[in-house]
């Protein structure tokens, strides 16, 4: 007996029905599979930037090492709660590709990536005495010239812009094969900023205004890999750096600024090619405008603490002083560290007498010991300012050209036509500060003083010997009577 089983084909695949309940239901099947991946990554994704913003905002509150200590500072040393500022840097940074590198990388190791750029960022910043302000997500905030001002503030960001877009550049090539999306686009402006600190507890330094907004306008119509500054910004770096005009942009309540890319440094002012690593002489040009803020700050220490009784050693004397230093160091084509340095003691050589009358060298030489490297002048330079300082003291020989300089502009009155009345200043000093002598005997001694006495440099004989011939005439006269 033979056993015939028939099967019959499902329905749905004999009838057009069939197909179509079958096509409908994979349809289905595979919209659910799509939203419930979608729905995963979403989730992923979200969870990622809740930690991202849980992280930093913790940092943030616990004030993020700098801005942490300088808020520290604040409250210790009872400063005011906001201060204005001129003239501020604001560099703002934001690290691009984040949604990609998402779908590429596990949470854990996104934060880690974050932290290697931000730490990295941190030490530039440091490297050139700039202000980190915060970080907030995947973006840093960082600004120069705060809390103490400074002149130099606009070229430092700049150079920090530079070295920032170089380690995201390596970070880059270094790391392509995995997740090749870590890109930076910087924008920088610098003008006047309100700073202050918030909160009570926690308390953490900030900056507002319109110069923080525009900063951060230019990082947001800026390019990746690229530092997009405003013209006001150009106008204040361009002897140092190579830099692109890309055009006009609006500005609420402003008009127009101009924006130029920052491509690098000047080849001549510039370690390597790529113009990135700044050479000395860039750091020589550098500290010239950084004299600036130093002259500064002199010249109010000297005008407010130097007493009234010093009617030659004041602060019209160290401005006669720097004037003629840079007369005769310019006339003599010395070299512009070493004008630097002229410039710097002649600025520093008296500063003493306001600590005592006598020995102010020595003291001056103290002052220029602590003050100088907050200025960033290294030991050799400090050095040699100290042995120019030195050679301002009475009796004191030259022994190289630099104090030849020195010493032909301290005693540059001896030459001048106004050599009587200042000689008279002197005069006046002298006999509070020592036993009194009457204006004959004073005279003597100025003219055999200005009888042995020699200028050192051609500058100097050439503006000065011949009135300095006059003025012992004068003196001649002064003792005949």
Request: hydrophobic share 35%; aromatic share 10%.
């Amino acid at each position: 007996m033979e056993l015939h089983i028939l099967v019959d084909n499902p329905f749905w695949t004999a009838t057009l029905t069939g197909y179509i309940i079958l096509v409908s239901i994979t349809l289905l099947l595979v919209t659910f599979l799509i939203f419930f991946y979608r729905q995963k990554i979403k989730a992923t994704t979200r969870q990622v930037e809740l930690r991202l913003k849980k992280e930093y905002r913790m940092k943030f509150k616990a004030g993020q090492e700098k801005s942490g200590e300088l808020a520290n500072a604040v409250k210790s040393q009872g400063r005011v709660r906001s201060r204005k500022y001129q003239k501020v840097t604001v560099l703002f940074a934001d690290i691009q590709g984040f949604t990609k590198i998402v779908e590429h990388i596990n949470p854990e190791k996104l934060i880690d990536e974050l932290d290697r750029f931000f730490i990295y960022f941190d030490e530039v910043v440091e490297k050139y005495h700039i202000e980190k302000i915060k970080t907030i997500g995947d973006a840093y905030m960082c600004a120069g010239g705060l809390p103490n001002k400074n002149r130099t503030n606009p070229i430092e960001v700049a150079l920090a812009g530079l070295e920032m877009q170089r380690f995201m550049e390596e970070s880059k090539k270094k790391h392509s094969g995995e997740y090749g999306y870590w890109e930076l686009r910087v924008g920088i402006h610098t003008g006047p900023v309100i700073s202050g600190e918030i909160g009570r507890k926690n308390v953490s330094f900030d900056i507002w205004g319109d110069t923080v907004n525009i900063a951060s306008r230019m990082e947001s119509s800026g390019t990746v890999g690229m530092i997009n500054v405003t013209g006001i910004t150009y106008q204040l770096i361009k002897e140092f750096f190579i830099c692109e005009y890309r055009g006009k942009m609006p500005i609420k309540y402003k008009g127009e600024t101009d924006m130029y890319y920052v491509r690098k440094i000047k080849p001549e002012l510039s370690e390597d090619e790529l113009g990135i690593e700044p050479n000395s002489k860039f750091f020589i040009k550098l500290q010239h405008i950084r004299f600036g803020d130093l002259e500064e700050h002199i010249m109010n220490k000297l005008d407010s603490e130097l007493l009234d009784e010093l009617h030659y050693h004041n602060k019209k004397h160290t401005q006669d002083v720097l004037t003629q230093i840079e007369i005769i160091g310019r006339s003599e084509n010395v070299s512009e560290e070493d004008l630097l340095l002229l410039k710097t003691a002649a600025l520093l050589h008296d500063i003493g007498f306001i600590f005592e009358y006598n020995n102010h060298e020595d003291n001056s030489i103290a002052f220029a010991k602590e003050i100088l490297p907050k200025y960033n002048y290294i030991d050799y330079q400090i050095q040699q300012i100290i042995e120019l300082i030195d050679v301002t003291k009475v009796g004191k020989r030259p022994r190289n050209f630099m104090e030849k300089i020195m010493k032909d502009a301290d005693l540059d009155y001896l030459g001048r036509a106004d050599f009587i009345p200042v000689s008279e200043s002197l005069y006046r000093e002298l006999n509070i500060h020592s036993k009194e002598m009457n204006l004959e005997e004073w005279n003597k001694m100025q003219f055999e003083f200005i009888s042995n006495h020699t200028y050192y440099t051609n500058t100097a004989r050439n503006l000065r010997q011949v009135n300095k011939e006059r003025q012992l005439q004068k003196l001649k006269e002064l003792i005949e009577l």
